[in-house]
């Protein structure tokens, strides 16, 4: 079973940076699709970003050329780079694991707070 723990969230202001770590347990990493999400208040939760085992990777036009994903093999782990933050990137951010197993199963992580003002 696939467990994911995020971190690296906080307070930035608009125009700054952060990196979001999503750190996965379990042997099957390397092979799955990984995906960041947010939910802002009051919205439903939206697809941001996914990259492959192969390291190939989409995102949603919101963030294109501003957020980059990536992901360490080797340490279990993905990413998530936001630079040029704006006020409308707060919400919680959730990394999503799979679809994987005969099941499709699909597993989140408790998400991380990313809130922008100044």
């Known amino acids: 079973q696939v467990q994911l723990v995020e971190s690296g969230g906080g307070v930035v202001q608009p125009g700054g940076s952060l990196r979001l770590s999503c750190a996965a347990s379990g042997s099957i990493f390397s092979i799955l699709p990984m995906g960041w999400y947010r939910q802002a208040p009051g919205n439903q939760r939206e697809w941001v970003a996914t990259?492959?085992?192969?390291?190939?990777?989409n995102y949603a036009d919101s963030v294109k050329g501003r957020f980059t994903i990536s992901r360490d093999n080797f340490k279990n782990t993905v990413y998530l780079q936001m630079n040029s933050l704006r006020p409308e990137d707060t919400a919680v951010y959730y990394c999503r694991a799979g679809p994987y197993g005969p099941d499709n199963a699909i597993i989140w992580g408790q998400g991380t707070q990313v809130t922008v003002s100044s």
């Open positions: 990259i492959y085992k192969i390291g190939s990777s």
